[in-house]
């Protein structure tokens, strides 16, 4: 027997418990109710606000069994066995929450899909099979960051622009995340840099060099995408500022002259898309869509010309061939992937009408009471197919009489045009018309 005094100078036994049995982790659900997928995995909210609950076999005393031996031992210090856990690249916090059959978890703020577990309970690795998934990423909105307004703002076709795109399960700030952009007629850019600015609500990427518009934007991270969203954004229209035939001059009435127009926002000459084929997406570039001109002389009533254009430096500066046309003060309004700019004035014309001939036996002899045949030779008369022709006059200084009917009738070498004489008297008659508001000079015919 041990007196009074021995008793005193006890010795503290630290006991560490250690279960030998396999230690085995048959499922991982929600410690409460949770989301899931659509073949019921349990979707992890990316803020980590979460508990995990592990069921399985040989897990261990709880906390609590620990504190009824400790309080049963006489002043015996249990420790309970070390439980180490990850998924993926994460590490929660964890302990045995019920006596050998389940261990409990806090999550961690993350992304990702497929993230596989690892467990070992008081140094013995567990038997475990399951992965988690976090929620996947949701866009609720995307605008341009220097947009105030309404809508969700428009870009400039040369690209760098910040773009801030909100939504749900975005994961922690500073994760890598991805987004794509895709136009109205199905052009699809990657946007840069882009990076979860705040957490689970909000990325900002950079927009690259493009063209279109009503954007609908997908983002991904961790390996997950989002569904598309759909948006107003898109690149500006083109808008030109300066016209001008190269080489000088005027425009031929038969095509073929080329016109620079000058600008902001006619997009690239080749443009890096990206190209997903069944989910897989790959980087191309290809030549952007083709950009086209139409233009009017306000003098040529209800005729519209088209021109074929190439843009020559990127996003300010297109060249486009004209087409057959007549007319002065031409306004041009150029068309980048179907976003037309406002009309633009310009001094550009078209050539104005040259008479060297007069044909017919209505200036020779015709009668006075009109309706013989005039037939007008020249140049710059304009296509046959459009009414281009304001007056043809005549008379002894040229404009007392007006001839009636009067149409192109050949565009060649030559051109031609048809009309009716008036009533009237009198020989020797000079000549004068205007086509598309544009005034020859006088024709001396000595008929």
């Not at 890598?176 to 895709?182: C, F, G, T």
């Not at 309004?333 to 004035?345: A, K, L």
Request: hydrophobic fraction near 40%; charge should be negative; proline fraction near 6%.
């Amino acid at each position: 027997m041990f007196g009074p005094a021995c008793r005193s100078n006890y010795v503290t036994v630290r006991i560490e418990v250690d279960d030998v049995n396999d230690v085995v982790i048959s499922s991982v659900a929600p410690s409460g109710t949770g989301l899931t997928d659509e073949v019921g995995q349990w979707l992890v909210f990316t803020d980590g606000s979460e508990q995990a609950t592990l069921t399985g076999a040989n897990l261990g005393p709880s906390p609590a069994k620990i504190a009824q031996l400790e309080a049963h031992s006489g002043g015996v210090e249990v420790t309970p066995p070390s439980v180490v856990a990850t998924y993926g690249p994460y590490a929660p916090v964890c302990e045995v929450s019920v006596a050998n059959t389940a261990v409990t978890c806090q999550m961690k703020p993350g992304v990702g899909a497929g993230h596989a577990w690892a467990v070992a309970v008081g140094g013995t690795v567990a038997s475990v099979s399951a992965t988690t998934r976090y929620t996947p990423p949701k866009v609720t909105a995307a605008r341009v960051a220097s947009h105030s307004g309404p809508g969700s703002g428009q870009l400039h076709t040369p690209g760098g622009e910040s773009i801030v795109i909100t939504g749900e399960s975005f994961g922690p700030a500073g994760t890598e995340a991805h987004a794509w952009y895709k136009s109205s007629s199905g052009l699809m850019f990657k946007a840069a840099s882009c990076s979860v600015s705040v957490a689970q609500t909000e990325m900002v990427c950079s927009s690259v060099a493009g063209v279109g518009h009503t954007f609908a934007w997908q983002v991904e991270v961790g390996g997950q995408r989002s569904d598309w969203f759909g948006t107003d954004m898109g690149y500006s229209a083109p808008e030109i500022t300066a016209a001008s035939v190269v080489g000088g001059g005027t425009l031929s009435t038969k095509g073929g002259v080329v016109v620079e127009l000058q600008g902001a926002n006619f997009g690239p000459a080749q443009v890096n898309v990206v190209v997903d084929v069944a989910g897989v997406r790959e980087a191309t570039s290809q030549p952007a869509p083709a950009v086209v001109a139409t233009y009017r002389s306000i003098a040529v009533s209800g005729a519209m010309f088209d021109a074929s254009c190439t843009v020559v430096t990127d996003h300010s500066m297109v060249r486009c061939t004209t087409s057959a046309g007549a007319g002065a003060a031409l306004q041009w309004v150029v068309v980048v992937n179907t976003q037309p700019s406002s009309e633009f004035s310009s001094t550009v014309a078209y050539t104005g009408p040259t008479i060297t001939g007069v044909l017919g036996p209505g200036p020779y002899g015709g009668s006075t009471a009109g309706g013989d045949s005039l037939r007008v030779v020249g140049s710059s008369f304009g296509p046959v197919d459009v009414s281009a022709v304001d007056f043809v006059t005549y008379g002894p200084t040229g404009a007392e009489l007006s001839a009636v009917q009067c149409r192109v009738t050949g565009n060649g070498v030559v051109d031609e045009l048809a009309c009716l004489t008036s009533p009237g008297t009198g020989s020797g008659h000079k000549l004068q018309l205007s086509i598309g508001g544009q005034l020859s000079e006088v024709y001396n015919h000595e008929g």
